[in-house]
């Protein structure tokens, strides 16, 4: 499943966590409007590897960015925030697809698709088939003491949240992931529309 091979990435190495009970989530702001990259604008980052950026701005936020034939990916990872802001270029730097996403899992809210003249061809609400809605995520995980990063996301082990549609209950489910203990992950896995805990699992952890 790709969540847990998602999951299973971030536990490669460790790291600290830091805890924020505090269910007032601000979105960053994604619109439908077109827009075009320019490179000018984040001259400031390092390139790392041939044609990969990163780097901190001014406030502090995680900013990727993956030039290819293809097109251009463009990542930025909120200081205090457990939102990104993701876009997709095309090759003559016309957007492709933009919207938010949830520490680089799932995404979240609106997203846009873009022909690659620049129209508006497409939007999807990806919060809409889920009525326990990740603001009730964040009560559940207080609840069960699991503790959630609030920040850019560069490494380490982290509490994991994803949803999708799942072929064993035949329903779409949110996902949560943690270490329990240090050689012991925690997987819980809740109705999306009502937040009914369908299963909990636990997986051996061995860290090599």
């Known amino acids: 499943m790709k969540w847990f091979l998602l999951l299973l990435l971030f536990f490669e190495m460790g790291y600290a966590q830091k805890t924020f009970p505090n269910y007032n989530v601000i979105e960053p702001i994604v619109t439908k409007d077109f827009e075009k990259f320019n490179q000018d604008e984040y001259s400031f980052l390092k390139e790392e590897q041939p044609e990969i950026y990163r780097g901190f701005d001014q406030e502090r936020n995680y900013i ?3 030039k290819a034939d293809a ?3 463009f990542t930025k990872n909120f200081n205090n925030s457990y939102f990104a802001v993701s876009k ?3 090759s003559n730097g016309n957007i492709k697809r933009k919207g938010i996403a949830f520490n680089n899992s799932f995404c979240k809210s609106i997203w846009y ?3 690659e003249d620049g129209k508006l061809i497409k939007e999807t ?3 809409e088939p889920y009525k326990f809605t990740f603001e009730k995520i964040l009560q559940f995980c207080e609840k069960e003491k699991i503790p959630l990063t609030k920040e850019p996301i560069t490494n380490g082990v982290h509490s994991q949240i994803n949803r999708t ?3 064993k209950f035949k329903q779409n489910v949110w996902y949560v992931s943690w270490f329990k203990q240090t050689d012991l992950i925690e997987i819980f896995v809740l109705d999306g529309e009502s937040g009914k805990l369908l299963e ?3 997986m051996d ?3 090599n």
């Open 64 to 66: 990727v960015i993956v």
């Open 71 to 73: 097109g251009i990916s």
């Open 88 to 90: 997709i270029f095309y």
């Open 113 to 115: 698709e873009f022909s």
């Open 125 to 127: 609400n990806y919060d």
């Open 165 to 167: 549609y799942d072929e």
């Open 200 to 202: 909990k699992r636990y």
């Open 205 to 207: 952890y061995i860290n």
